[in-house]
C-alpha cells in the first residue's frame, strides 16, 4: 500500500540584505540536493526492493506509515510466550503503541516470519522525542533470559537507533537496512553471555530467520524516548522445491570431434526440455552423473577449413562419474571432493562459466556412452544448484 503524504506548503517574506540573500542561496541548493535524491516514503522502498530470479516476494507490515498521526488504533503485538520470558524488553505500560508520543516509554512488537530467508530489508520510520539520540534497539527472540552480545551492537543484541555507522541507511527519518546488516540475539551459542570482541562470527538477522531452532518470529523491542511511526520487512523466499542445473550431452558428429565432451543447454530430440541456469532445472532427488573438469589449455578442435566446432571450449577435459543425487552434497566443497576421488587431485565440478557462453562447455574426454543429462555448477545463481557455497 503506497500513502501519499501531504506536505504543507510555507511561504516567507525574505528581508532584504546580506542574511536573507544567503538563506535564500542555500534554500536553492538545498532544493537542488532534494531534486537529485528524490524522498522516499519506507513503503517506498519496501515496494522497490527487487528479489532474485525464482524468489518470491513478501512484504510484512506493523502500524501505518501516517506520519506520526494520532489518529487511529496502532498497537503492538506481544507474540505468545514472551511474558514468561525476560521481562527486560516489556514496556511496563503494555506493548505500546506507533506513533505514541510519551518520553520513558518502550514500545514492542513481533513479526510472524517465513522459515527461510534469501535476502531482505527492514525499515522503519522513527525519531526521538525532545532531541533524545541515544535510544536502542533490540532484535531477535526476546524471550531469552540471557543473551549475546551481538557483533557490532552496544550488547545484548543492542543496535543504537540513531547514528549506527555502517548499519542503517538513512533518508530524513526512513532507516533501512539489509537483513544481514542487523545483528541480532545469538541463539547458536546457547543464551550465553559473551563478549564482542574477538569474535569473528556474525549472527544477522537472515540467519536468525534460517535458524531452525529460532521461533518464526521476530521480536522488536525499542526504547523508551523514541516515536516510531511503523516497521516493515521485505523478505525474499527461495523456491520452495530445489532444483540444480544440468547440461545435455551431444555427441560428435565430425572425426575431428573425436575425443571431446559437448555440454549443452539443449538438443534437438529434447525440444520440451532446456537449462534454467537461474532456478535449476531438475529435482535435487534426482540421480543423474556429476560433471568433473580438470581445467588445462588444450587447443580447441577445429575443422579442416579452420571453423570453430564449438563456441563454449575450456581447454581442459570432462569426465562423469556414476549417477548420484543432487542433494547428496550439502555445500559446493563436498561436490568438489567427490570429484577428486573420482578421478584425482586437480579435478573439480564443471561449470557452466568454464564455457565461452553460458549454457554450454565442451572440452577433451570421451563422450562414449554419455546419454543423460549431467549435474553441473553455476557460481553466481543461489537457486540454481543442489549445493550451497559455503
Known sequence: MRLSVAIPVVVLTLCSGVIGTAWLAEARARAVRDAAVPFQT???????????????????????????SPAGNEPGFIRPGRRDGSAMWLPRHGTGQYDQVNADRGFTDSFNVPEQ?????????ARGLNGSDNDTM?????????????????????????????????????????????????????????????????????????????????????????????????????????????LMPIMPSFPAQQGTVNLACHHAREADRKCDPYVGDTVCSAALPLACLRPGDAPERRDPAGNRFFGHWSGGTIAVTEPVRGDRFRTVREVEGFCEQRFGAGWRVASIGDGFRNQSVAGLGDSRGLT???????????????WARE
Open 42 to 68: 519506507g513503503m517506498d522502498l519496501l515496494n522497490a526492493y527487487k528479489c532474485g530470479s525464482g524468489e518470491t516476494k513478501k512484504i510484512v507490515v506493523r502500524g501505518v506509515e501516517d506520519g506520526y
Open 117 to 125: 530467508v534469501s535476502r531482505g530489508l527492514f525499515v522503519f520510520r
Open 138 to 246: 533490540n532484535f531477535g527472540d526476546l524471550t531469552l533470559r540471557e543473551v549475546t552480545a551481538a557483533p557490532g551492537s552496544t550488547g545484548g543484541g543492542e543496535i543504537k537507533l540513531f547514528g549506527a555507522d555502517g548499519i542503517w541507511t538513512v533518508q530524513e527519518d526512513v532507516y533501512s537496512a539489509d537483513l544481514e546488516a542487523i545483528p541480532v540475539i545469538d541463539r547458536s551459542l546457547g543464551g550465553a553471555v559473551l563478549e564482542t570482541q574477538g569474535r569473528s562470527r556474525t549472527y544477522s538477522l537472515k540467519s536468525y530467520f534460517n535458524d531452525r531452532t529460532a521461533p518464526d518470529w521476530l521480536d522488536v523491542f525499542v526504547q523508551d524516548d523514541t516515536v516510531v511511526d511503523f516497521m516493515g520487512l521485505a523478505i525474499c523466499s527461495p523456491p520452495e522445491i530445489k532444483r540444480g542445473v544440468t
Open 372 to 386: 543423460s543429462r549431467v549435474w553441473v555448477d553455476i557460481a553466481d545463481q543461489p537457486h540454481a544448484t543442489c
